[in-house]
């Protein structure tokens, strides 16, 4: 009787401890991977794309998206009243400087160091460097991603100590309230 309690004890311990170790499919690992690689290669290094294209449904979760949006009509909306204003040789308020890093200039590399995936939710672990100043500049910024019916989206970005910021919703939803002043 011992015995037959310890072979199922074992079985159970065996059972829970392969469990947690199992590792991340090369399938989602590849769909996150994807996800990252397209927002840096198509919003990455310059606000202008970020003005001029619309903000896409399939690499954005609904709420980050949302914020985006109402972010740039904020901008747009005070472009055009500076211009319309008796003073528009004034800065409106515009995004300055890398939205999607964090640091200010932007980044000349990065690499994807790893990926967790807990249930529905998933953290790219971002490597960046920036080597037009000497030194070079190195710091890590972590994507997280939620699993929608329609895949894998960005939800924010947390930005590293190096930046102003805490994070990318943080950011925005800031300039928001900023304009609205």
């Known amino acids: 009787m011992i015995r037959s309690l310890f072979l199922y004890v074992s079985f159970i311990f065996c059972f829970i401890s392969c469990s947690k170790t199992t590792p ?3 399938n989602e690992k590849k769909l996150i ?17 970020f003005y001029n294209q619309p ?34 040789d004034e800065k409106p308020l515009i995004f300055e400087g890398a939205i999607f ?27 960046f460097e920036y080597n037009m100043a000497s030194p070079k500049v190195s710091w890590t ?4 991603l939620i699993d ?3 895949g894998w989206k960005i939800n924010n970005i947390v930005f590293d100590s190096i930046g ?10 800031d300039f928001i309230q900023y304009t609205k002043q």
């Open 101 to 127: 890093s964090s640091l200010y200039e932007g980044y000349t590399g990065y690499t994807i160091k790893n990926i967790t995936v807990r249930n529905k939710t998933a953290e790219a672990i971002v490597q």
């Open 148 to 150: 929608s019916d329609k």
């Open 141 to 144: 910024d972590k994507i997280q």
């Open 33 to 49: 991977t994807e996800k990252v690689n397209q927002l840096y290669n198509q919003y990455g290094k310059s606000n202008e794309a």
């Open 164 to 173: 102003s910021s805490k994070d990318l919703k943080t950011s925005l939803t």
């Open 55 to 88: 903000i896409s449904n399939d690499l954005f979760s609904p709420e980050l998206k949302n914020i985006l949006e109402t972010a740039i009509n904020a901008s747009k909306t005070d472009i055009e009243k500076v211009k319309n204003s008796d003073h528009p």
């Open 24 to 26: 991340l499919p090369s």
